[in-house]
């Protein structure tokens, strides 16, 4: 199934969930209906929610609650992403500026605050102390990412795992609940909940790889965003640490110190043939790779249905992209 498909099967239900999430971004302060606006309105993918919504058909739910959580879990993705354009000094985001750089860093972190605290208004409404838990954790468990991620900033030191461990954190745990929870909601075994746990766990893991290795090898214009930018925060993603341990030893004298003085876009183009020549740049993809497929095994449990295609369609997609 191609990205069209897979959407056009979500259609209903994903035009529910946007109809909530503009419903939920109303406020009586003008700059919180302004800004949110731009970024809930900016060109997302809306892929968590999709998520979501495809989980829930897959394992044939019922109900409506569905569309609350795939609106719930855009509300934290996109408070996390106004709050991480701030962290990352970034200024371009979907091919727009992003919030901070036309409303402000203040404007950007406190709406960021609004559509944080208002997911867990949401959440009280669906009444279900599991989906409370599990994004409470989930919320937490991403900060403590970016914090984790902080602290390898600038070290050249950093290891694979080291590095696998802030991506679940930072990235996939969001995945994870968000194919989990339609499964908490209906109710589901423990094992086909667990299942797709997993399944969002690995798509989420192959997506932030991928993520990783399109800063250095994707086109700005196709990507909405600004190449080079992991590099010139001196953040030792995979396909550095690889080729600092695995490139010759000009390769790992280059970025070793391009990490540890955040300079690297100066020696961007040596930078990218150390990454080309030893071979991180594939070791990167082929990682990517395997987790999208642990994501498809996962789904093994499930009887096939078209809901469950796209859900294997979107790991591979997941992997297989340019923005
Ligand atoms: C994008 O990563 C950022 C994230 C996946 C998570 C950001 C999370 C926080 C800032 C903390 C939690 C905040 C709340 C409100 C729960 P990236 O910077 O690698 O990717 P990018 O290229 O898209 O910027
Ligand atoms: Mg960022
Ligand atoms: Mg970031």
Do not use: W
């Amino acid at each position: 199934m191609d990205l069209n498909a897979i959407r056009q099967l979500a259609d209903t239900d994903m035009q529910a969930v946007n109809q909530l999430i503009y419903k939920q971004l109303e406020s009586d302060v003008a700059l919180i209906n302004q800004l949110g606006f731009y970024i809930i309105n900016g060109g997302g993918k809306r892929l968590r929610p999709l998520l979501s919504v495809l989980a829930a058909r897959a394992v044939d739910y019922q109900g409506e609650h569905h569309l609350k959580l795939a609106a719930i879990i855009e509300f934290i993705h996109t408070a996390s992403l106004l709050h991480d354009d701030v962290v990352d000094e970034s200024t371009l985001r979907r091919g727009r500026e992003t919030a901070n750089a036309l409303f402000g860093n203040s404007a950007s972190v406190l709406v960021g605050d609004f559509l944080y605290t208002r997911s867990f208004q949401m959440m009280t409404e669906l009444d279900n102390m599991k989906v409370l838990q599990v994004l409470a954790h989930t919320t937490n468990v991403l900060a403590e990412g970016e914090v984790l991620q902080l602290m390898n900033c600038n070290d050249p030191d950093t290891t694979e795992a080291n590095y696998m461990r802030v991506i679940y954190c930072k990235t996939a745990k969001l995945f994870e609940a968000a194919t989990q929870l339609a499964g908490v909601l209906a109710n589901v075994s423990p094992e086909q909940e667990q299942a797709l746990a997993d399944y969002g766990k690995y798509l989420g893991t192959a997506f932030q790889l991928t993520d990783d290795l399109l800063d250095y090898t994707a086109n700005a214009d196709e990507l909405g965003k600004n190449i080079g930018d992991d590099l010139a925060e001196g953040k030792p993603t995979l396909p550095l640490i690889y080729a600092m341990e695995n490139g010759s030893d000009t390769a790992k004298k280059l970025i070793r110190q391009a990490i540890e003085q955040s300079d690297g876009t100066k020696a961007i183009d040596e930078i990218l043939v150390a990454l080309e020549e030893s071979g991180a740049l594939i070791y990167t993809q082929e990682k990517a790779q395997v987790e999208a497929q642990k994501a498809i095994d996962a789904l093994s449990i499930f009887p096939d249905n078209s809901y469950k295609q796209a859900l294997i369609s979107l790991a591979h997609l997941s992997v297989n992209r340019s923005s």
